[in-house]
């Protein structure tokens, strides 16, 4: 049946890929197009950058528009509910331990070794991300800008992400009448 | 109940702005969840990073799911959360899915993208600088791993950085 297939085969990618959304779209692309060629190569890649431009979760996104494409609505419900069900039972059953576990002197001392190590990771991914954008005074501006006034003022993130995409789009327009 | 309108208009709001992956999400929850509501400390922030890095799935959702139980210390505030995040994506993704069939990329879309690109990079690094606080860096063995997880990362898979560091952690307070 093809919704218990799109349902598993979704639920079997988001159980094996730890590390993030980005780490399950090189598997949801072998399974979808090379295994089950539910979509073939083009309008997958064309699907990225819509799944890439809409906000969420990008394996999210991905998993409702091959569900939605093959099945419908009940079919992008089938496969969104394979790609989040795992992470979702893996991490109450995390919380749910952590609760009873607080104070456990064993487990504080490996979150101890382990916290520094997540802000070096993520040191290190600002850092490779820096080295993909095009290198032009305009983004080094905005991203010590966005840097400085996420850190120093008391403002949500929201408008940041939404005076960036604007003072994209102006970028954009003046680029193209020249 | 309060609580759990609370957490599904908070987590409907960061599914809504999660622009460019789970980038994005990561500063949205650092701002809402730990500054805003203090359903985390920045502590138990730097942890769930930690361990939806070495567990399945995308962090905005092991986020979601984690804070919702949390904060109401039951499963079904973990349900509410991760549902409301995720709405923005269904309602959005399947409005587009049935409107435009065959997506065709749009110019002013891309445009947008100048400036989101280098905005998420500014996002992130102040997350950094908000996390080197004494939360995580406890002493000056906090430093030495920050280090040498910052001068492993070319070469070695996070997961493996990760598991090693809360081993060394163990062995250099432990004992």
Redesign the interface.
Known sequence: MIFWQLFITFFHIGFFTIGGGYVMIPLIEKEVVDKHKWIDSQTFIDMLALAQSVPGIMAVNTAIFVGYHRKGILGALCCLLGCVLPSFIVILAIAISFSQLKGNQHIEHIFQGIRPAVVALMVYSVWSMIKKIPQKWVNYTIIVAVTLILFFLPISPIWLILVAAFLGLLIGIRQEKR | MDIYIDLFLCFF?I??????????????IQ??IV?VNGWLSA?EF??I??????????????AA??VG??AT?S?IG??VA?FA??L???I???I??YFFG???????????????????????????????NK????DYK??V???V??FA??KI???W??L???????L???F
């Open positions: 709001k599914g809504l702005f999660a622009f460019g992956g789970g980038y994005a999400v990561i500063s949205l701002h809402d500054e502590k730097t942890d990073v930690a361990i939806s890095q070495t567990t399945p799935g995308p962090i905005g959702v092991n799911t984690y139980y949390t210390g499963a973990a349900f991760t995040m995720l923005p994506s269904i959005l993704m399947l587009i899915c065959k997506f065709h990329q749009n110019k002013y879309i891309e445009y947008c993208f100048l400036g989101l690109r280098p905005a998420i990079i500014g996002l992130i690094a102040a997350v950094c600088l908000q996390l080197t939360e995580n860096f406890i906090s430093a791993i920050f280090l997880v910052l990362s070319k898979h996070p997961i950085l990760i090693g560091s809360g081993l060394a952690g163990w250099l307070y432990s």
